[in-house]
């Protein structure tokens, strides 16, 4: 069985959700956040960097949620999270899961680290995030999710951005996200995945 590392209020959960879609249970090892909201030392022992999510399978550690996400995939030849191999669609679907935590994330923490500290968020970080919600927007078209109307693999790895917004009131002027975000709150593995471990988001201080 996955042994899962998981953070509190962390990325681990996309990692619950796609386990709890595929009828998987995994061996949960639960870390509390520091009081300044870093990892604990324990998580520290487990991966160099005190990042989570992190599992450990048949011998193999493994990091980065992307890539803990495609190898879950692999190991239960699941076909239902990305679209058929050898189709444009799954390359897209591909470059978007990566897309996530390559481009989006560290754009999108821009606003969210201030208003999370309480700061105002300043212009440039609006305006930076405002390209990236209305490029999202446009990939969701006229579906409810990224590639129609079922949860992929790329759904789930942004459901935790997106969390974040929305709990800093980030998405205001996106109402095509905010739908977006209350369809994902509406997935069976996105609630089983809050019912083991509570939201991704921290709650208001
Ligand atoms: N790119 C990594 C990011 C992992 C990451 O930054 N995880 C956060 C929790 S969401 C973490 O472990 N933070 C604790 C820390 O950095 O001290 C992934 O997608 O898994």
Do not use: N
Request: with cysteine; charged share 20%.
């Amino acid at each position: 069985m996955i042994k899962l590392h998981a953070l509190k209020y962390s990325r681990a959960t996309r990692v619950l959700w796609l386990l709890a879609d595929l009828g998987q249970p995994c061996d949960r090892v639960d870390y509390d956040r520091t009081d300044d909201f870093g990892a604990p030392e324990p998580l520290k022992r487990v991966h160099p960097l005190g990042k989570s999510p992190v599992i450990e399978d048949e011998g193999r550690m493994i990091a980065e949620s992307a890539t803990i996400l495609r190898y879950i995939v692999e190991k239960y030849g699941d076909s239902t999270h990305c679209p058929p191999k050898g189709t444009s669609a799954y390359w897209q679907h591909d470059g978007v899961l990566d897309y996530v935590e390559a481009s989006f994330a560290e754009v999108a923490l821009q606003a969210i680290m201030p208003a999370f500290g309480g700061e105002p968020v300043p212009e440039e970080a609006r305006t930076a995030l405002g390209v990236h919600l209305d490029y999202l927007t446009q990939l969701i078209g006229e579906g409810s999710m990224l590639f129609g109307d079922r949860a992929m693999l790329a759904d789930i790895q942004l459901s935790y951005i997106i969390a974040l917004l929305a709990r800093f009131d980030l998405l205001g002027d996106h109402p095509t996200i905010a739908t977006y975000w209350d369809t994902l709150q509406q997935q069976p593995g996105y609630r089983a995945a809050m019912q083991a471990v509570g939201p991704m988001a921290p709650p208001a201080q």
